[in-house]
């Protein structure tokens, strides 16, 4: 057993769990101009993105296509979080099966001959995170919703 999610991780979902308190249903449909996504729809890419990643924590394999939990049916801010709350634990004991020596030497195939050990599977998967919070970003601003000074000293 690792402390890896506990001290790591969690830490770090925060600021998804942070923003959306600051969101409404009617916020969720919310889509910039062109071709992206709305606001749920983001959430819902994030919440892919941690399965894929929970998925090779638990398989040593990065499987873009796979997806632990199914999105919730109709997008709501709870449901989000109820969703987004079962990814953790679901993440949370993919990580849980390692010994502190097997984070840095259980190989995880992330495709086309690069592999990793679980510490910079996660590290990658930190990135993609930040890389969400970016995007989220705009559209918060775009909404004009003040994250507040744990959204800025965290992202920026």
């Not at 892919?48 to 394999?61: D, I, K, L, P």
Request: overall charge negative; glycine content about 10%; hydrophobic content about 45%.
């Amino acid at each position: 057993m690792n402390t890896l999610f506990a001290e790591e991780i969690r830490p770090h979902h925060f600021m998804r769990d942070l923003a959306l308190g600051l969101l409404s249903e009617e916020d969720l449909a919310y889509r910039l101009p062109g071709r992206n996504p709305s606001l749920g729809e983001l959430f819902v890419e994030m919440g892919e993105v941690q399965g894929a990643y929970t998925h090779s924590f638990a398989t040593g394999r990065l499987d873009w296509g796979h997806r632990v939990l199914a999105p919730p049916a109709t997008l709501t801010v709870d449901g989000l979080r109820a969703w987004f709350a079962d990814h953790d634990v679901a993440m949370e004991t993919a990580l849980g099966h390692f010994t502190e020596e097997e984070l840095q030497a259980a190989p995880i195939d992330r495709g086309g001959g690069f592999v990793v050990s679980p510490f910079p599977q996660h590290e990658i998967y930190r990135e993609a995170v930040y890389i969400f919070y970016g995007k989220l970003s705009v559209y918060l601003r775009a909404l004009e919703r003040d994250a507040g000074p744990a959204w800025e000293a965290w992202v920026g």
